[in-house]
């Protein structure tokens, strides 16, 4: 949750001018994403989010964002759209930055997550995965196994800060998982941040997904390993497996996965945690004092690892 | 800016069907005010401000706020008015804390003041003042004398931290405004928070006065030189006398000021700046460690401060 950037009415007014959306009424900061400056934008059409780029997304992977939006919301999934300037243009800049215009997407996220929205989560993943199938543009992602290890570099000599014994305990996982990382599985355009807070919903039915500021090309199982750990535990740590299974479920109506793809669920999932667990810690060690954003708990992470790490099979999910 | 309070969707859907504002359609926390959560409630039937009183704002004190704004909406002026649930009531509660619903303003404040902003802030706030004199509650300045002391001795063994020979220079003053502070000026309702923050334009007419959550009884003058402060000086310090003539003279259209109240304007404008000293400095010395506001920088009101100590008389203003 985050407003980095203080835009001018000025410059909004003018930037908003070079689109066919109506005249700004009002412009506030909204605390939603932590990676740009987002602001609830009102025309006298409608509602939009404003969204200004920051430091820590690359300018290059911008498009790729945006086109993919484009794209999945072209194919009736239900992602903001990035409007067009009267140029033709959806990347334009502002403030210095890159800047785009979405469409505003109605709904709330769920605070207390049901295992209803966890079906319908996996659904939406599942037509994601393919609605993405054909997207042409490519995206490396840069939090993969070089990345984790570059995140364990900059964090091992304070890591024991947090808890005792953490560095030697991550660095132990990061061999094991680089041994043991499944090659093989289907690929394709991942989500990768499918948090709660990046999913609204209406009256219990899913009607929205945003933030797409992490999607990359990997492994398609393993964002259900991410969602696995965003959606499937309880405060007390915890897996819940009426939710597990739920979200499988819901991801496999619409996507089959192999039995590869089940067989790799523990270590995806293990993965993933490791790196929720890396890039925490490394905000929690770095983050400036008097920062905006309060750090979230890295030790969350590390319950979750460590429940994967002890799984025997893919059956420990409910499956 | 800040949201404290993440409240639930299902929360709020109960919360909201109290009213006859339509269902739900979306809630978003908006980064406006330091002192309360503030959403942006987006219904089926349009959008709205809902507001978490949090620890700063006295829960005695909600009242007086919220039939003020409601009471100076009702004279016609551009302010938020408070939404009546159906039980008739506009202070309710909600996540175990005061909450109100009221209505939300179009416009956007200005990040570059002009000059005509100035003016048009000066008629508002004799406007503020005329509509209030009838408003039957009242309410103590809680930041006046006694107050600024107070925050004096909180902050007075760290204040060299900020700047060398500050604690000294900060008592003197206390002492000299202590000494000379005007008893027998016209008093009423002041909004004693008027920056420009708090003040939105739409195509550079004032269209709204927010945040009423510092009002009191005070000397109406005061608040003159509240906004002098808040409107009139550039980003190098320096007062912008054809700002502060047009706020004065904005004002006086509306209100016609008495000769004290002009001749105690220096001494008002130093009691503000020493005000707006005293709070940033304590928020300087006492905000915790990632906390999500960051605090503001007390410095510059202490050339404020500086500038309206030597000055001889209100012609230094402009007027």
């Known amino acids: 949750m985050a407003v980095y950037t203080e835009v001018s009415d000025d410059e909004v007014e003018k930037f908003v ?3 066919d959306i109506g005249a700004v009424v009002a412009l506030k900061g909204i605390a939603e994403g932590v990676e740009n ?29 945006l086109g993919l939006m484009e794209h999945a919301a072209a194919k009736g999934l239900p992602c903001p759209t990035p409007i067009a300037a009267r140029d033709g243009k959806t990347l334009r ?5 890159p800047a785009a215009i979405i469409s505003f997407l109605r709904g709330m996220w769920p605070k207390r997550v049901l295992v209803t929205h966890c079906s319908q989560v996996g659904e939406a993943l599942a037509r994601l995965h393919l609605a993405a199938a054909d997207f042409p543009m490519r ?7 070089p990345g984790w290890k570059q995140l364990y570099q900059s964090c091992r000599a304070r890591a024991d800060e947090v808890q005792p014994g953490l560095a030697e305990e991550l660095g132990r996982e990061l061999e094991e998982l680089a041994a043991r990382w499944p090659r093989d599985l289907p690929e394709g ?13 209406m009256n219990d039915k899913l009607s929205g997904i945003i933030d797409f500021y992490f999607a990359c090309n990997e492994a398609l199982a ?8 965003a959606w499937c535990f309880e405060k007390d740590g915890a897996l819940n497996a009426t939710k597990a299974r739920a979200l499988v479920r819901g991801y496999r109506k619409t996507r089959p996965v192999t039995a590869e793809e089940i067989e790799a669920l523990p270590i995806l999932a293990r993965g993933s945690a490791l790196r929720f667990l890396l890039t925490r810690l490394y905000d ?3 983050h400036p004092a008097g920062a905006f954003v309060q750090p979230k708990d890295p030790l969350e992470y590390l319950k979750k690892l460590r429940f994967h790490r002890s799984v025997k099979s893919a059956s420990a999910y409910g499956l």
């Open 17 to 19: 001018a070079a689109y």
């Open 37 to 65: 400056s987002n602001y609830l934008l009102q025309t006298d059409r409608g509602l939009y989010i404003l969204t200004l780029y920051e430091k820590r997304v690359a300018k290059a992977d911008v498009p790729f964002f």
């Open 93 to 97: 800049e502002l403030h210095k930055r």
């Open 139 to 145: 995206r490396a992602n840069a939090l993969a196994l």
């Open 189 to 201: 355009v991942i989500h990768a941040d499918l948090f709660p807070d990046n999913v609204f919903f």
């Open 222 to 229: 393993y964002d259900l390993g991410i969602c696995l750990n």
């Open 284 to 286: 929690w060690l770095h």
